[in-house]
């Protein structure tokens, strides 16, 4: 099994930036796809952007422009780095991860949630 730890959530105003770190770590075979999913109160976990093992990255038109995620494999980790920041990606913000275990069988881990306020 396996598990991810998230870091750098926090308060800041609009205009801001911010970067978010997940490290994935225990006993599986690879790992595919990483991504960053967030959840607003009252709506839907919503995906914000997504990287392959191989660096092609997809994004939610809401950040396209604005936010980068990128990839450490050597450390099975994911960066989001979040700029110019608005009050609308006020949300708490999940890690995500496509596993292999050693038998081959897909599994997907998820993030405990940090939390990033956009407030003035």
């Known amino acids: 099994q396996g598990q991810l730890v998230e870091s750098g959530g926090g308060l800041v105003q609009p205009g801001s930036s911010l970067r978010l770190s997940c490290a994935a770590s225990?006993?599986?075979?690879?790992?595919?796809?990483m991504a960053w999913y967030r959840q607003a109160p009252g709506k839907e976990r919503e995906l914000v952007a997504q990287?392959?093992?191989?660096?092609?990255?997809n994004y939610a038109d809401s950040v396209k422009g604005r936010f980068t995620i990128s990839r450490d494999i050597s450390k099975n980790t994911v960066f989001l780095q979040m700029n110019s920041l608005k009050s609308e990606d006020t949300a708490v913000y999940y890690c995500?991860?496509?596993?292999?275990?050693?038998?081959?069988?897909?599994?997907?881990?998820w993030g405990q949630g940090t939390q990033v306020t956009v407030s003035s």
């Open positions: 225990g006993s599986f075979r690879s790992i595919n796809a």
């Open positions: 995500n991860a496509d596993v292999r275990r050693w038998s081959g069988v897909p599994y997907i881990l």
């Open positions: 990287v392959t093992n191989i660096g092609a990255a």
